[in-house]
């Protein structure tokens, strides 16, 4: 279940006075949602009644008509709109979304919804590798081209740790800057020790499988996926 407070936050940010949706925009999506799902919502037509206060509050009722389940994927639909692709009020409340609520997602996606928004959250400072990592995203959902997935979600991570570390040097020898980065950001030896060794299984991998002979193995692409924005996520966190 969604709670009533989070759905009044979402119609807060979603419908907010300058940067929101437009009365006449909530109702187009809102009536479209109704008919999909064969819902009554109290809301609609546009202009509103004149003793409805705001747009805002036509947008709580109308979404508070529908299930949590559908609720769900009306916001996170409304927050993938491209007039909030830079708003990061509306990415924030995406992230708050799918990290409280996945539970709720019916759509039966293979990876951690809640890790892979996380993680390109963090990767918006590095338009580079965010770009590249999306690539990835995308060719993973589509369930094609893993070779080129794995490419780029390599790829990804390396731009990244060229950043990061301020060097132009491949993945296969970034080994020692990387303890080196995790040691001055406060991780314990044990700690440096395991990182450097997953980052070493991790690119002998790529070069054993990818690089070199072009044999993906396609139920392994998704460990590889997750396994990548763990990386990436933890490397800026701690930076």
């Not at 916001?75 to 993938?80: A, G, Q, S």
Request: glycine letters at 4%; charged letters at 25%.
């Amino acid at each position: 279940m969604i709670p009533q407070l989070f759905i009044n936050h979402t119609s807060n940010v979603l419908g907010e006075t300058h940067e929101g949706l437009s009365g006449a925009k909530i109702v187009e999506y809102c009536s479209a949602y109704a008919i999909d799902f064969d819902v009554d919502i109290p809301h609609p037509t546009y202009p509103f009644s004149t003793d409805l206060p705001n747009k805002r509050t036509a947008l709580r009722e109308n979404l508070s008509a529908f299930s949590p389940e559908q609720q769900y994927i009306i916001i996170k639909n409304l927050c993938d709109l491209p007039q909030f692709s830079e708003n990061k009020s509306v990415k924030d409340l995406k992230i708050k979304l799918i990290t409280r609520y996945d539970e709720l997602d019916e759509t039966g996606e293979k990876i951690s919804e809640p890790l892979i928004e996380s993680t390109k959250h963090w990767l918006s400072d590095y338009p580079e590798s965010l770009k590249l990592f999306d690539e990835a995203l995308t060719k993973f959902n589509a369930d094609m081209f893993q070779r080129n997935t794995l490419d780029d979600l390599r790829l990804s991570l390396e731009v990244l740790l060229k950043n990061l570390l301020g060097n132009d040097k491949s993945l296969e020898n970034q080994l020692g800057p990387v303890g080196t980065y995790v040691k001055e950001n406060g991780g314990s030896k044990e700690l440096v020790n395991m990182f450097v060794k997953l980052l070493d299984y991790f690119s002998k991998y790529h070069n054993t499988f990818i690089k070199h002979n072009d044999s993906v193995v396609e139920a392994e692409v998704e460990i590889m996926f997750e396994m990548t924005s763990s990386f990436m996520k933890f490397l800026i966190r701690i930076g």
